[in-house]
């Protein structure tokens, strides 16, 4: 057992190594998948614009021009790359694509992209700073880093992936500076991607089925009332409530036990002070 334990010590580093490396591959691939998808949708439809959805209205002019070409390779490939390099490089605009996934691939299949690209590009950001940016997100994140340090480190056990999806889940969680934060602070990478892919899951579903109706959409605020963003703020707390309990319970817990037991008076204690009043 020990043997097999001190394999897997050994082994864990180069996994890990291994799979930083093909996340980095896959950056790299989608990289240069954007602009080929991009010549080939030019080519497609020839009207001169710019095809990368930058607001609402990108988004509307792309699914007019190209909507009926629906899952068309080119397309798919587009979307997917971008998907990825947006995630990867902390690059905003992730509604906007939502919405287009859900207008594009209806509310169930564009959900399902959209949340498993969510995750991916997450993970490759997470690749990257680890391999490459170490040093640059410490100086940059400042005493955001400690803080965010501070309070992994508190957590344990299952309490850590109910913490990360009460931030994912949190409405104003800056999820780019959690996804550069993460590897630094010792968050193991599965636990990592499992937590994006729960924790931006109603937020995803939430937008992407709007984009069934992206035409009639005026402004994305229609979309992210303070009705949902209170309903996400809800989830978020419920998430995070048991991790909250755990740990309160656990400080009691050891506070009681390291506290001094008080000891009953012995016999001839009290008959000692008996004596004395007499």
């Given amino acids: 057992r020990d043997r097999g ?3 897997e010590r050994m082994t864990a580093p180069a996994v890990q190594r291994t799979t930083e490396l093909l996340g980095l591959l896959v950056v790299l691939t989608a990289v240069a998948v954007l602009p080929w998808s991009l010549y080939q949708l030019s080519s497609l ?14 988004a ?15 397309v ?10 947006k995630q990867t490089f902390a690059i905003p605009g992730s509604v906007i694509l939502n919405l287009l996934g859900g207008s594009l691939f209806g509310a169930l299949g564009g959900f399902l992209l959209c949340n498993f690209l969510a995750c991916i590009g997450a993970t490759c950001c997470y690749c990257m700073s680890h391999l490459l940016g170490g040093r640059l997100v410490r100086r940059c994140a400042g005493h955001r880093f400690t803080q965010l340090q501070q309070m992994i480190a508190d957590q344990e056990g299952g309490n850590l992936f109910l913490f990360l999806v009460g931030l994912r889940l949190f409405p104003f969680t800056p999820n780019w500076l959690l996804n550069l934060v993460a590897p630094l602070v010792g968050v193991p ?3 990592f991607s499992a937590s994006v892919f729960v924790g ?6 939430t937008t992407v089925q709007a984009g069934e109706l992206l035409l009639q959409v005026e402004k994305v605020s229609d979309i992210l009332s303070w009705g949902v963003v209170l309903k ?8 995070a409530l048991p991790a ?16 001094p037991h008080a000891h009953p008076p012995s016999p001839l204690h009290l008959d000692r002070e008996a004596s004395l009043n007499d």
């Fill in 5 to 7: 334990r001190e394999r």
């Fill in 232 to 239: 996400l703020l809800l989830v978020a707390l419920a998430a």
């Fill in 45 to 58: 439809h020839p009207s001169g614009q710019s095809w990368i959805p930058t607001s609402l209205e990108d």
């Fill in 244 to 259: 909250w309990l755990r740990r309160r319970h656990r400080r009691r817990t050891t506070s009681l036990s390291s506290a």
């Fill in 200 to 205: 931006l899951a109603p937020y995803n579903y």
């Fill in 60 to 74: 509307k002019a792309f699914r007019a021009a190209l909507g009926q070409l629906g899952t068309h390779p080119t």
């Fill in 189 to 191: 990478m599965l636990l």
């Fill in 76 to 85: 798919l490939a587009f979307f997917v790359s971008l998907y990825i390099v």
